[in-house]
């Protein structure tokens, strides 16, 4: 996707500034297309015009879904939070940094949930394709993995000894597959029955 403003000032550079700010960039960083040189009046009193300058960027699904994310914590409150951007394939992930950023984990992780989905939502409509976003806090992803891992091989275990069925919390359906694929494993190798497992509602 690509960004572009068009800017006049009396001179180059400021126009240049200008066009940068409006699409959220610095001068360094923005590509610019001169349309019109600034020209002085004639004895001070005739003609004369601006600079007018065409400031632009080729936007990637990962640096808008960043950029969004960002204007989203600053909402939240977040203070001073850093996104490391890693793409990955036709997916990134990004990684928030900073003081007492905690709280935007959420009871078992439903506000970064929230979050990855909306900011996913964005980083799709860049080029109207599907792109994964994943966001992290502190290796919370992982750590959230071992522990559902955890979980499923002790219920998987007291499925198979009892016959029951077992209740777990709800879960969205990313967890509920680290779930299944573990209880699974365990089923094919005869220690437990997936159907005995079912999930409670909010």
Do not use: W
């Amino acid at each position: 996707m690509r960004k572009e403003a068009i800017k006049e000032a009396a001179t180059l550079e400021e126009a240049k500034e200008a066009a940068a700010r409006e699409i959220g960039l610095d001068v360094q960083t923005a590509q610019f297309e001169i349309l019109q040189m600034p020209q002085k009046k004639t004895l001070g009193l005739f003609g004369g015009c601006p600079a007018r300058v065409k400031a632009f960027a080729e936007v990637s699904p990962a640096d808008k879904a960043a950029e969004y994310l960002r204007g989203v914590l600053r909402q939240m409150g977040a203070g001073e939070v850093s996104i490391d951007v890693k793409v990955q394939g036709e997916g990134c992930v990004l990684t928030l940094n900073g003081d007492d950023v905690g709280f935007i984990i959420g009871r078992r992780g439903e506000t970064l949930d929230a979050l990855q989905y909306l900011t996913g939502l964005v980083a799709n409509r860049v080029d109207n394709a599907y792109y994964r976003v994943t966001i992290d806090i502190g290796n919370y992803r992982e750590k959230r993995e071992q522990a559902l891992i955890g979980l499923a091989k002790k219920v998987a275990g007291q499925a198979a000894r009892t016959g029951r069925r077992t209740s777990l919390e709800p879960m969205n359906p990313y967890e509920r597959r680290i779930i299944h694929a573990t209880v699974s494993k365990r089923a094919r190798q005869g220690k437990a029955r997936e159907k005995n497992l079912f999930y409670r509602k909010e």
